[in-house]
Nanobody, 126 residues
């Protein structure tokens, strides 16, 4: 399985970015997908996740109301729309695929995910 994240960049506080994660090599539509981020000197943390069907989503409290996760199973792609960005959102963002096929559960735990993209840098200036 390969996951290719893109869409990161430099943006001013209050701005928006949309991250994309294109998947190949596995039946994408059968797996929940997640976004995580890692800031310098900090541990990787959960940001958002979406079930295989797209019917259930989950967010870390700090991004609720600002970020939206979605997916297009026809394009094997998951997205993270990020609005009202803050300097504290600066991090490398990673997409990941859940281990379990057909799960309608979204996990915030890193160990629930077995495939990871290479990461895309998001920098928010104040």
């Amino acid at each position: 399985v390969q996951l290719q994240a893109s869409g990161g960049g430099l943006v001013q506080a209050g701005g928006s970015l949309r991250l994309s994660c294109a998947a190949s090599g596995r039946t994408f539509s059968g797996y929940s997908m997640g976004w995580f981020r890692q800031a310098p000197g900090k541990e990787r943390e959960f940001v958002a996740a979406i079930t295989a069907s797209g019917s259930i989503t989950r967010y870390v409290d700090s991004v609720k109301g600002r970020f939206t996760i979605s997916r297009d199973n026809a394009k094997n792609t998951v997205y993270l729309q990020m609005n009202s960005l803050r300097p504290e959102d600066t991090a490398i963002y990673y997409c990941a695929a859940d281990k379990l096929y057909g799960s309608e559960y979204v996990s915030a735990g890193i160990t629930a995910y077995d495939y990871w993209g290479q990461g895309t840098q998001v920098t928010v200036s104040s």
